[in-house]
């Protein structure tokens, strides 16, 4: 009977599923950046280990302050720049993404969640926020974190258990 009632409210979609529970945790990592505390990040994968070639994957954030969205898309932004990203190919992507994003406070979550298709759909909170269609879009904003140039490696390292793939 509790299985039957579980099954409606998944189907009414009282009680919905999280983004990563098809997934297995890799890592988690706190930004700290001078005396503030920012987020705690983690990563998902299928098989729990990373390997940038393989989706599914997903990165949650759960932040410790409050940050208004135009401040996260700036900062997405600067981060593109220091990785050596053309402004030309970014400019959709932060346009997309100033339309998705919300503003942040404490407590909230944000997940990021690529399938197996390349494609990444943002969650806000377990709800879906939206998709970006762009299959170059992933591996970009994914490298924020993950790519061996992201400016902090230490973060990548407990994300992604010192993997070098």
Not at 73 to 94: C, H, M, Y
Not at 119 to 130: A, M, T
Not at 136 to 149: K, R, S, V
């Amino acid at each position: 009977m509790k299985l039957l009632i579980l099954a409606l409210l998944i189907c009414t979609g009282i009680v919905q599923a999280s983004p990563v529970q098809d997934l297995q945790k890799v890592g988690d990592a706190r930004l700290k950046v001078w005396f503030w505390e920012v987020y705690e990040s983690s990563l998902y994968t299928a098989s729990g280990q990373y390997n940038a070639k393989n989706y599914p994957i997903a990165l949650q954030i759960d932040y410790l302050r409050d940050i208004s969205a135009a401040d996260l898309v700036e900062a997405t932004a600067e981060q593109w720049q220091k990785q050596g990203l053309d402004d030309k190919r970014t400019s959709p992507w932060i346009e997309r993404i100033k339309a998705l994003w919300p503003d942040i406070r404490k407590g909230d979550q944000l997940i990021f969640r690529v399938d197996n298709n390349q494609k990444g759909r943002f969650y806000y909170n377990q709800e879906p926020l939206g998709e970006v269609e762009d299959t170059d879009f992933a591996p970009a904003f994914l490298g924020i974190w993950l790519a061996p140039n992201t400016e902090y490696p230490k973060l990548r390292e407990k994300l992604i258990q010192r993997s070098d793939q």
